[in-house]
């Protein structure tokens, strides 16, 4: 989905700042969201990773914008909870003393159509093009380089393809490849020459440049 | 989403906990391994990472084919470290690593990510103007240098081997590794420069 | 700039309520908002309604997102107000009794480098592409229709280009056109067949498609 | 942006308010002045229109050619008037209005827009899923109906000339501009039916 979470390039994001000394957690709710994350996936085994990610997605764009990292982590999480039938949304609610905002429903077409590639069709030196879907639902190749050629370096191993592992589609794994993209191609007139951008793209993502 | 209304994270947090143990779906005891797991993942490690490649040139060629093996050489290993890559700074080349659609990070050499590494401005920004972002974070680059921005959108996670220090010539593995900090191995910082007090 | 107010096709929102007889106002302080808003521009004649909609598009994102519209108008007003010089940051905390959240600062280069077009180049039933221009500061070509083309349907008067006069630009005024895109185009594989989307572009931001 | 630590949106007004009207930039009465503006700018403005377009052919044509002109015969113009454009639907052709980058409207014959015209949720979603968003708001258009979104990106202010409901024959100006709504001239709505009783 072109969601908020896509948020490679965009403008108006102001300082970074980087704490010293910085804890694992910064609160006892934290590890205990972390923990439910985690215990949510191996433990109670509702949902998979890409389930999740797609979860966080979902969530109310001001709500993602404005809530810290482990909030996000924990809505995703109990989103999944409710969606599969493991939790109600108003025991949440009534437990927590108010409104428990929830990530938004999946949406009705949220897989592109895009055929398996269970062998590698690329190999490093390659020129590839990412294709120029816009599937509403979880996708992992950002709106950024989408459209864009770019220069195989490295075919990784083959992972599980996650818009059809996020929406139970049937299982299929496909390589991945580190595509690098030059910056003045990505952003023009503002990228360095020498600069460049590598995305690690599922075969499926990609097409064949014609020489 | 009406802010006001909302229970509190605290609230909130607490009642999907209460919830799943109720309902015996988790136990307190999972809920606490899963805690304190993230305390054996730490930067400390990638650090003896590097100083060990930096001292070790067989080492050093076995991270660079097959980093996930080495790194298990160590001892490290676990989530989110299934396919670690090395990428080695040079004088011409530096690595950043970034994950602008969540915050993926390669757990058990980095450790679990830094609030600056997950925040919506690192995201947003260091894929379009990584110099910029960078010298805000202390790190000038020359133009001479070629930024290369490591988008972690797959499985793939990446740790950054910077540059061996100059005067460092014959310290030992654990001084180099206090050289590396957790924003050297993301490739927001170089390695630190030795302090005037020679560590052997 | 791509920032949060290029709103234009992203997902992941709700539902739109709709405010049965919804009064001009719902509270006191957003009629002197409004107010706030015009005076700054024909009494104290402090900024220009681009500099001002520009002002807006520069607030911290999250903060864009979650704010009522009127929150963003005083918000918009009061950061350029401080930049003028008319008012001081400092003073607006301390009359307010804490935090004044501002726009961030106008980026260094925010202006495409675009040559004036005083005679306008195109004509009803012309195919135009819109250019791929990506400037960081204020433009009007929304982002879901850049790199697209489209049919001009009419051609309006003339208008002062907003990217120069939002950042002190020479004066120019230019046609701007309506230019009607597909939606299927827009969105592939989402946009009913006979849908389409109408844009009204200034004539720097096109360029002709050869036929 | 810390939230918490914000001072109220009220404080924030008043702040602004009194540092202008203090030093004399402006006062007391111009604020009054632009506060009350608006309530001479409503959709019973554009209604009016657009039943004169009903029932006056010759009005109709003068309002396709120039709305501007024809909107300042009934007496509304204004800010964000200067360039009207009527666009009129057809049993083939529906239109909708939307400012996705901001919120523009045609002021003196729309109002100052609504809440939901200026929510993030209609900017983003008409002009990629018109259809859905027009049902979701209880317009549910046939397939056969072409939807024309139309994007107020530069100065034109658009207004729609909504279909003249049926068994509407003979009705005054009054009673036909009594069944255009502001969400119809915006586009997410039809004109209302009438009512059972007729109204002359």
């Known amino acids: 989905m072109d969601g908020i979470h896509d948020l490679g390039g965009m403008q108006g994001f102001g300082e970074i700042s980087v704490e010293a000394d910085e804890p694992i957690f910064h609160e006892p709710w934290q590890a205990t969201a972390f923990a439910l994350m985690f215990a949510s996936q191996v433990v109670v085994r509702s949902h998979n990773v890409d389930e999740y990610r797609h979860s966080i997605e979902r969530m109310n764009p001001a709500h993602y914008l404005q809530a810290d990292y482990y909030e996000r982590v924990l809505t995703g999480t109990a989103s999944l909870l409710v969606e599969k039938g493991h939790l109600s949304a108003e025991d949440l609610a009534a437990r927590a003393g108010g409104a428990f905002p929830l990530s938004r429903p999946v949406a009705s077409s949220p897989m592109a159509d895009l055929p398996p590639q269970p062998e590698p069709r690329f190999d490093v030196g390659d020129r590839v093009r990412v294709l120029t879907i816009k599937p509403a639902g979880h996708v992992r190749a950002p709106q950024f380089c989408r459209g864009h050629e770019g220069t195989v370096l490295h075919r990784a191993p083959k992972f599980g393809f996650p818009d059809a592992a996020a929406h139970g589609g049937s299982r299929r794994k496909e390589h991945t490849y580190h595509v690098e993209f030059a910056s003045r191609d990505l952003w023009p007139g503002e990228g360095g020459a020498k600069d460049s951008v590598v995305v690690d793209l599922w075969d499926s993502y990609l097409e064949a440049v014609k020489k | 989403m009406k802010k006001q209304n909302a229970a509190s994270i605290e609230q909130r947090t607490q009642a999907v906990r209460d919830a799943l143990v109720e309902q015996g779906l988790v136990t307190e005891s999972d809920l606490a391994t899963f805690a304190h797991m993230p305390e054996d993942w730490k930067p400390e490690n990638g650090a003896a990472v590097v100083a060990r490649a930096w001292t070790d040139p067989e080492f050093r060629q076995r991270l660079l084919a097959d980093a996930t093996a080495a790194c298990a050489e160590l001892g490290y290993k676990g989530p989110q470290g299934e396919y670690i890559v090395a990428l080695e700074d040079t004088p011409a080349q530096h690595n950043v690593i970034v994950c602008t659609q969540c915050s993926c990070t390669a757990w058990p050499v980095l450790g ?89």
Chains 1, 3 share one sequence.
């Open chain 2, 112 to 200: 679990l990510p830094p609030d600056w590494y997950k925040s919506p401005e690192y995201r947003a920004r260091v894929v379009r103007e990584p110099r910029r972002v960078l010298k805000e974070m202390g790190l000038d680059l020359s133009p001479d240098i070629a930024v290369r921005v490591w988008e972690t959108s797959a499985e793939t996670r990446y740790m950054v081997i910077p540059l061996r220090p100059a005067g460092t010539e014959g310290f030992s593995e654990e001084a180099l590794a206090a050289l590396v900090s957790r924003e050297a191995l993301i490739g927001v910082a170089m390695a630190s420069q030795p302090t005037g007090q020679r560590v052997i």
